[in-house]
């Protein structure tokens, strides 16, 4: 079945540190990949998303490349902010009837001053 | 403004109650999800619903219990049957059949003791 890996966390890290979070996938065929941000106490909120091979989503300095030959997504910024504490989530999401997101488990990043 | 409307955001309940929680969207989508949200364990999805009057289990469905009257809303009960329901409880909606993004209520922290 399908599935999504994220790294474990949590992750501390200072302010205008470069930022990674792994995430892979598995499934059969090719699924749509999306990043998912959960400020504390909010629902979740999209971050960016990719839907084919090599396709590269990017919002707020974040970006995150669909890589079919290692399927992965790793989540990358350059320079983070206190702002950007947060718990972060992979999903991927087919089209179809009865189409639904897995989610990997989230991870939560700090960032200090 | 359109968006998903969860409520009460903070909910209580002795043991051996059931309760319903809220979910309301105004953004005309045909798919609503519910998910439980607890630590360390990422989104498990409990219902969801394509279209008006039906309604599907998720993973972990026992306890549960959903309805789609309208549209607009698919509200959740939690029912003395479910073995350890404190958590915090997510719903989300997108067009039917697409892999657009799921939009997200902001929760309700539920706390039965």
């Known amino acids: 079945g399908n599935s999504v890996t994220q790294m474990e966390g949590p992750v501390t890290l200072s302010e205008e540190a470069f930022l990674t979070i792994n995430c892979t996938y598995t499934?059969?065929?090719?699924?749509?990949l999306f990043w998912y941000v959960q400020y504390p106490g909010e629902g979740l909120q999209l971050l960016l998303k990719a839907t084919k091979a090599d396709d590269k989503g990017s919002n707020k300095g974040f970006e995150a490349t669909y890589r079919k030959e290692t399927t992965s997504f790793h989540l990358e910024k350059g320079s983070v902010q206190v702002s950007d504490s947060a718990v972060y989530f992979c999903?991927?999401?087919?089209?179809?009837?009865?189409?639904?997101?897995?989610f990997g488990k989230g991870i939560t990043l700090s960032v200090r001053p | 403004d359109g968006g998903i409307t969860q409520s009460p955001k903070y909910l209580f309940r002795k043991e051996g109650q059931n309760v319903t929680l809220s979910c309301e969207q105004n953004?005309?989508?045909?798919?609503m999800y519910w998910y439980r949200q607890d630590p360390g364990q990422g989104l498990r999805l409990i219902y969801y619903?394509?279209?008006?009057?039906?309604?599907q289990k998720g993973d972990i469905a026992e306890g549960y219990s959903v309805s789609r009257e309208k549209k607009e809303s698919f509200p959740l009960t939690v029912t003395s049957a479910q073995k350890n329901p404190t958590a915090f409880y997510l719903c989300?909606?997108?067009?039917?059949?697409?892999?657009?993004?799921?939009?997200f209520g902001n929760g309700t922290r539920l706390t039965v003791t």
């Open positions: 989300a909606s997108r067009p039917q059949g697409t892999n657009s993004p799921l939009h």
């Open positions: 499934a059969t065929g090719y699924p749509s």
């Open positions: 953004l005309n989508h045909d798919a």
């Open positions: 999903a991927l999401s087919w089209t179809g009837a009865n189409s639904k997101l897995t």
């Open positions: 619903s394509q279209i008006v009057n039906d309604f």
